[in-house]
């Protein structure tokens, strides 16, 4: 039985062929025994995670698996013959067993991708059945049990019972211990092992990932045994296994033999990277430890008698080799432990003192016939393992439904967390918290995506809202007099129909024939955080608004991000606001950066704006619209021309920017409409419009002119965002990929990237789908743009930069109401900006020099980077004064910050995406047909089973087979 959508349900796995049906039907007659290998791989990739080194001899796994179930597939005779020479016959090749799980225990197919390299040297030694008793498929990378074994799974009882200590002794270990604090500690010291994430490939758990800091290829963590007990997230010791050890990269073609090696080229020898004597050398790699020193090779800035850049030099010369390694210990455990979900197996339940008898491995029609002591916990998310929850820790009320037998409990999701993973263990052992309800129902899915996420959506604490002012706050006379004062100006703010927290405004006004003075006004939330209060430690805690389907997590109290703090319009509100001076080709000749207090005048929405544009809505017919209330004495003529000039001038600066070299890659997002109960009931594609290039525009000018003032003043506590360069094999993959459809690319850059997909949509004019699809695989190659302290990167300033912007600095600074990042940023914009208010009241320029000396005294806001000014006694002195006042963090602090910050973005963009695709699961549920044009791509096998919301992840397509893989859900 499968468990879906919170229906008990048949579980069959039909691979089709593309042939017509009586072929099929003749070849399912004549198939032969050896055929079915794949089926037992597919059934018993529902094992524990660590039996794909070979370590059948699970301790803590079931026997108890439901082999009802039919499981065939057919391959043709280059497949059988590339996979079936190592395999092993199978006595009962009409059966499989399928395991009785969620998502995760049923493994995504990879045809298109190499079998992992289980068999190493390690591995061999460690787990002896690796050679011996396991087959292992290159689609589903989990072990097929030998025919000895007679299809079951072993149990190791001894491994259960802990009835005494000598007992445990004696436990098979099959993970080395991890070294000691001292150890790893000496050991970094002397560049032995390095310190990293540990990421987990979610279509393989068997593949982790590290990267290293300085290294320009992940190192690949290979097996149970290699990956040592860390699970996804965790900060690792990684040790850097000999070269003859590291595997042949993905997608690498050609003879290699040379490892990439030049002729001629000169030699030097490398030491510290040592490769045993008995360990022979891979094929695409020389045998002796010397590397070329040409000028093919390099160390990627690395000095090459420093560790990393040995390694380095190893790299560049093997170039279609990965680096492998191996966890040695966990410098820091991932907070995901702390937040699994899944679903329990009782299916599954571990026998303790009758785990060999026969009678356990017949099928059992009530849980209650059991007497065990373990039960299985199948994570949502694939990257982590099964998991052994004991009965013990079982939540009362789920422990009382298991001992009356009731099914349903494997129905309903849990949240869990990893209490404990032995040496002796091939399972982590978990602790069961409570269950959020049925897996199929929208409200136990949402609770389980935030709990998941670590997003807290509880009330804010009463400690937290103790120092805000009332609702009816008005601006203080303190501040009135201390703020420019711009209520004199037309502002308004554009934003969605339904937003609430408006942290943004906008103004334009003609100061000169050719220049405009354009107003970028963000909400000046650092008047009402101060660090360090209750406030601030729950905004920084939470770190980022969340905005699910029918869901929004605020990062603020209601009362500042929705209120006093929000641009209503209006209301005085107080800014920090920078006066961008632009001329006619849309280049800023002069600025200003202060803080304000302005008065919006209306709430457009993106459609009101885009009206004004598309000229739909003008000052004579601006009667015919349902338009928003207008404060001020402003009338609809200022607001409409004010839009229009908007408008021309974002448009010159978004040609400009495309100029210098920013790329766009952006495919069309589906949006979800919802009827007035909240039920899902269409869908249709969300497109970006010239409105919303508008306020982006604008926003993006204000966060580099905040990102260029902030580092000046502060070069070693600043907080940035920088967007690295394309991974360069995935880069150079996609240029094969054009390359083999006739489609010109030049990658050399980000504008001639850019420039390459402005040709490429036009030859696929006749096409747009085609070219979404194309759009979509050049992101891949893309990495993620990060915050960062500048101090940590201060002799890397090159890294500094943002890919995708063609910017060489860059923060955030314009959304203080949803992000913490901006308010660190308004504080120590804040300080840069009075610390030269400051310097000029005590220098008396304004008095005493003209304008120019003013000018030049601006040594961070203005244009002109005074190093003179900034470096002097005076200046460092009032600089100091302001960063005490303002308590700006110092380097160590903001480095945490920026890393806390990256995380919790990471956890809202998967909590978003699971809304996104638990409310698509309700609509596709509830329409039984849609009609929708889409591009089919060849398909050679088409993979249906029931199962439930997750499957839905398991659809991807293989440029290399042209393949499609899905999965879906009956």
């Given at each position: 039985?499968m468990?879906?959508?919170?229906?008990m349900?048949?579980?069959?796995?039909?691979?089709v062929?593309?042939?017509d049906?009586d072929k099929?039907k003749?070849?399912?007659?004549?198939?032969?025994?050896?055929?079915?290998?794949?089926?037992?791989?597919s059934?018993s990739?529902?094992?524990?995670?660590?039996?794909?080194n070979?370590?059948?001899?699970?301790?803590?796994?079931?026997?108890?698996v439901?082999g009802?179930n039919?499981?065939s597939?057919?391959?043709?005779?280059s497949?059988?013959?590339?996979?079936?020479?190592?395999?092993h016959?199978?006595?009962d090749?009409?059966?499989?067993?399928?395991?009785?799980?969620?998502?995760?225990?049923?493994?995504?197919?990879h045809?298109?991708?190499?079998?992992?390299?289980?068999?190493?040297?390690?591995?061999?030694?460690?787990?002896?059945?690796?050679?011996?008793?396991?087959?292992?498929?290159?689609?589903?990378?989990?072990?097929?049990?030998?025919?000895d074994?007679?299809?079951?799974?072993p149990?190791?009882?001894n491994?259960?019972?802990q009835?005494?200590?000598?007992?445990v002794d004696?436990?098979k270990k099959?993970?080395?211990?991890?070294?000691l604090v001292e150890?790893?500690?000496?050991?970094?010291q002397?560049?032995?092992?390095?310190?990293?994430?540990?990421?987990?490939?979610a279509?393989?758990?068997?593949?982790?990932?590290?990267?290293?800091?300085g290294?320009?290829t992940?190192v690949?963590?290979?097996?149970?045994?290699?990956?040592?007990?860390?699970?996804?997230?965790?900060?690792v010791?990684?040790?850097i296994?000999?070269?003859a050890?590291?595997t042949r990269?993905?997608g690498?073609?050609?003879n290699?033999?040379?490892?990439?090696?030049?002729?001629?080229?000169?030699?030097?020898?490398?030491v510290?990277v040592?490769?045993?004597?008995?360990e022979?050398?891979?094929?695409?790699?020389?045998?002796?430890?010397?590397?070329?020193?040409?000028?093919?090779?390099?160390?990627?800035?690395?000095d090459?008698?420093?560790p990393?850049g040995?390694?380095?030099?190893?790299?560049?010369s093997?170039?279609?080799?990965?680096?492998?390694?191996?966890?040695?210990?966990i410098?820091?455990?991932?907070?995901r432990?702390?937040?699994?979900?899944?679903?329990?197996?009782?299916?599954?339940?571990?026998?303790?003192?009758?785990?060999?008898?026969?009678?356990t491995?017949?099928?059992?029609?009530?849980?209650?016939?059991f007497?065990?002591?373990?039960?299985?916990?199948?994570?949502?998310?694939?990257?982590?393992p099964?998991m052994?929850?004991?009965?013990?820790?079982?939540?009362?009320c789920?422990?009382?439904?298991?001992?009356?037998?009731?099914?349903?409990?494997e129905?309903?999701?849990?949240?869990?967390?990893?209490?404990d993973?032995?040496?002796?263990?091939?399972?982590?052992?978990?602790?069961v918290?409570?269950?959020?309800g049925?897996?199929g129902?929208i409200?136990p899915?949402?609770?389980?995506i935030?709990?998941?996420?670590s997003i807290?959506?509880?009330?804010?604490?009463?400690?937290?809202?103790?120092?805000l002012?009332?609702?009816s706050?008005q601006?203080?006379?303190?501040?009135?007099?201390?703020?420019k004062?711009l209520?004199n100006l037309?502002?308004f703010t554009i934003?969605?129909?339904?937003?609430?927290?408006?942290?943004?405004?906008?103004?334009?006004?003609?100061?000169?024939?050719?220049i405009?003075r354009v107003?970028?006004?963000?909400?000046?939330?650092?008047?009402?955080?101060?660090?360090?209060t209750?406030?601030?430690?729950?905004?920084r805690n939470?770190?980022s608004?969340?905005y699910?389907?029918?869901?929004k997590?605020?990062?603020?109290?209601p009362?500042?991000?929705?209120?006093i703090g929000?641009f209503?319009?209006g209301?005085?509100r107080?800014?920090?606001?920078?006066?961008?001076?632009?001329?006619l080709?849309?280049?800023v000749?002069?600025?200003?950066?202060?803080?304000?207090?302005?008065?919006?005048?209306?709430?457009l929405?993106?459609?009101?704006?885009q009206?004004?544009?598309?000229?739909?809505?003008?000052v004579e017919?601006h009667?015919?619209?349902q338009?928003?209330?207008?404060?001020?004495?402003f009338?609809?003529?200022?607001?409409?021309g004010?839009v229009k000039?908007?408008?021309?001038?974002s448009?010159?600066?978004?040609?400009?920017?495309?100029?210098?070299?920013?790329i766009?890659?952006?495919?069309?997002k589906?949006?979800?409409?919802f009827?007035?109960?909240g039920?899902?009931y269409?869908?249709?594609?969300?497109?970006q419009?010239?409105?919303?290039?508008?306020?982006?525009?604008?926003?993006?000018?204000?966060?580099?002119?905040?990102?260029?003032?902030?580092?000046r003043?502060?070069p070693?506590?600043?907080?940035?965002?920088?967007?690295?360069?394309?991974?360069?094999?995935?880069?150079?993959?996609?240029?094969?990929?054009?390359?083999?459809?006739?489609?010109?690319?030049?990658?050399?850059?980000?504008?001639?990237?850019?420039?390459?997909?402005?040709?490429i949509?036009d030859?696929l004019?006749?096409?747009?789908?085609?070219?979404?699809i194309l759009?979509?695989?050049?992101?891949r190659?893309?990495?993620?743009?990060t915050?960062?302290?500048?101090?940590?990167?201060?002799?890397?300033?090159?890294?500094?930069?943002?890919?995708?912007?063609?910017?060489?600095?860059?923060?955030?600074?314009?959304s203080?109401?949803?992000r913490?990042?901006?308010?660190?940023?308004?504080?120590?914009?804040?300080?840069?900006?009075?610390a030269?208010?400051?310097?000029?009241?005590?220098?008396?320029?304004?008095?005493?020099?003209?304008?120019?000396?003013?000018i030049?005294?601006?040594?961070?806001s203005n244009?002109?980077?005074?190093?003179?000014?900034?470096?002097?006694?005076?200046f460092?002195?009032?600089?100091?004064?302001?960063?005490s006042?303002?308590?700006?963090?110092?380097?160590?602090?903001?480095?945490?910050?920026?890393?806390?910050c990256?995380?919790k973005?990471?956890?809202?963009?998967?909590?978003e995406?699971?809304?996104?695709?638990?409310?698509?699961w309700?609509?596709?549920?509830k329409?039984?047909?849609?009609?929708?044009?889409?591009?089919?791509?060849?398909i050679?096998?088409?993979?249906?089973?029931?199962?439930t919301?997750?499957l839905?992840?398991?659809?991807?397509?293989?440029p290399?087979?042209?393949l499609?893989?899905?999965?879906?859900?009956?």
């Amino acid at each position: 039985m499968m468990k879906g959508n919170g229906i008990m349900m048949e579980q069959q796995v039909v691979f089709v062929d593309v042939v017509d049906k009586d072929k099929k039907k003749k070849r399912r007659s004549n198939r032969r025994p050896k055929h079915n290998i794949a089926s037992s791989s597919s059934s018993s990739s529902c094992s524990v995670y660590g039996s794909a080194n070979g370590t059948h001899e699970a301790t803590e796994w079931s026997g108890t698996v439901n082999g009802s179930n039919n499981v065939s597939m057919t391959m043709n005779s280059s497949y059988s013959q590339k996979f079936g020479s190592d395999s092993h016959a199978i006595k009962d090749p009409g059966m499989g067993t399928v395991c009785n799980g969620g998502f995760s225990s049923f493994p995504t197919m990879h045809i298109d991708e190499e079998a992992p390299e289980l068999g190493s040297i390690k591995d061999q030694c460690q787990y002896p059945s690796v050679s011996k008793d396991n087959v292992f498929s290159r689609s589903c990378p989990e072990p097929i049990y030998h025919k000895d074994t007679n299809g079951s799974l072993p149990i190791n009882v001894n491994s259960l019972c802990q009835e005494n200590q000598q007992a445990v002794d004696m436990r098979k270990k099959y993970f080395d211990p991890y070294w000691l604090v001292e150890t790893v500690n000496e050991a970094i010291q002397k560049g032995e092992i390095f310190v990293a994430t540990f990421r987990v490939n979610a279509h393989n758990r068997l593949e982790a990932y590290c990267t290293i800091d300085g290294l320009p290829t992940d190192v690949l963590i290979n097996g149970v045994a290699a990956q040592n007990r860390a699970v996804e997230g965790d900060i690792v010791a990684v040790r850097i296994d000999p070269l003859a050890l590291w595997t042949r990269l993905k997608g690498s073609a050609g003879n290699t033999n040379n490892g990439g090696r030049s002729d001629g080229s000169k030699a030097v020898e490398v030491v510290g990277v040592n490769c045993k004597g008995k360990e022979k050398v891979g094929d695409d790699s020389e045998p002796n430890k010397c590397i070329p020193m040409s000028s093919d090779v390099s160390n990627f800035g690395h000095d090459p008698l420093t560790p990393i850049g040995k390694i380095c030099a190893l790299v560049s010369s093997f170039p279609f080799k990965r680096p492998t390694g191996t966890v040695v210990a966990i410098i820091e455990k991932s907070p995901r432990r702390d937040t699994v979900v899944g679903f329990l197996g009782i299916n599954q339940w571990v026998p303790y003192r009758e785990g060999l008898k026969k009678e356990t491995k017949k099928k059992q029609s009530s849980v209650s016939s059991f007497s065990g002591e373990f039960i299985h916990l199948t994570p949502n998310d694939a990257k982590f393992p099964k998991m052994l929850v004991s009965l013990s820790n079982l939540p009362d009320c789920i422990n009382k439904r298991l001992m009356e037998g009731d099914a349903t409990v494997e129905m309903e999701l849990v949240a869990a967390r990893i209490d404990d993973w032995r040496e002796d263990s091939l399972l982590p052992h978990a602790h069961v918290m409570h269950n959020f309800g049925r897996g199929g129902e929208i409200e136990p899915q949402v609770a389980a995506i935030l709990f998941e996420n670590s997003i807290c959506h509880t009330e804010f604490s009463a400690e937290s809202l103790s120092n805000l002012p009332e609702s009816s706050w008005q601006v203080p006379f303190k501040e009135l007099e201390s703020r420019k004062d711009l209520r004199n100006l037309c502002t308004f703010t554009i934003d969605p129909a339904t937003a609430s927290d408006l942290d943004d405004a906008l103004s334009v006004e003609r100061v000169s024939d050719g220049i405009l003075r354009v107003g970028v006004h963000i909400a000046d939330m650092s008047y009402f955080i101060l660090p360090d209060t209750p406030l601030d430690i729950e905004a920084r805690n939470r770190s980022s608004s969340i905005y699910l389907q029918q869901h929004k997590v605020p990062m603020l109290p209601p009362l500042l991000s929705e209120n006093i703090g929000s641009f209503v319009p209006g209301k005085d509100r107080l800014a920090f606001s920078i006066l961008f001076d632009i001329n006619l080709v849309g280049d800023v000749v002069d600025r200003w950066i202060g803080r304000t207090i302005i008065r919006s005048c209306c709430k457009l929405s993106y459609q009101h704006a885009q009206d004004i544009i598309d000229k739909l809505m003008d000052v004579e017919r601006h009667g015919k619209f349902q338009l928003p209330d207008l404060y001020g004495p402003f009338g609809w003529e200022d607001v409409i021309g004010s839009v229009k000039m908007l408008h021309e001038i974002s448009k010159m600066l978004k040609e400009n920017r495309f100029k210098d070299g920013a790329i766009r890659l952006e495919n069309s997002k589906p949006f979800i409409l919802f009827d007035e109960q909240g039920i899902p009931y269409d869908s249709m594609l969300a497109e970006q419009t010239e409105s919303n290039y508008l306020v982006e525009e604008f926003m993006l000018l204000a966060n580099r002119t905040a990102a260029e003032v902030i580092s000046r003043a502060y070069p070693d506590c600043a907080l940035l965002r920088r967007h690295p360069e394309p991974n360069g094999r995935k880069l150079k993959e996609f240029e094969g990929f054009c390359c083999k459809h006739g489609l010109e690319l030049n990658t050399s850059s980000s504008g001639q990237f850019n420039v390459s997909l402005g040709k490429i949509k036009d030859v696929l004019q006749n096409d747009p789908v085609l070219f979404d699809i194309l759009v979509s695989y050049a992101s891949r190659p893309m990495q993620l743009a990060t915050y960062f302290c500048t101090g940590v990167l201060r002799e890397r300033e090159n890294e500094w930069a943002h890919y995708a912007l063609a910017m060489p600095l860059y923060t955030h600074f314009t959304s203080p109401l949803r992000r913490y990042a901006d308010i660190v940023v308004h504080r120590t914009l804040a300080a840069a900006i009075e610390a030269e208010e400051l310097y000029l009241q005590q220098e008396k320029i304004i008095s005493k020099s003209s304008k120019g000396d003013e000018i030049m005294a601006k040594c961070f806001s203005n244009f002109y980077f005074d190093v003179h000014t900034a470096e002097s006694k005076k200046f460092r002195e009032a600089l100091a004064a302001t960063t005490s006042k303002y308590r700006v963090p110092r380097m160590e602090i903001v480095a945490d910050i920026a890393t806390y910050c990256n995380e919790k973005r990471l956890a809202c963009r998967r909590a978003e995406d699971a809304s996104e695709k638990l409310y698509l699961w309700a609509l596709l549920k509830k329409r039984e047909v849609f009609i929708r044009f889409a591009l089919i791509m060849p398909i050679i096998i088409f993979c249906i089973a029931p199962g439930t919301l997750h499957l839905m992840d398991s659809f991807y397509y293989s440029p290399v087979f042209f393949l499609l893989v899905s999965t879906w859900s009956l």
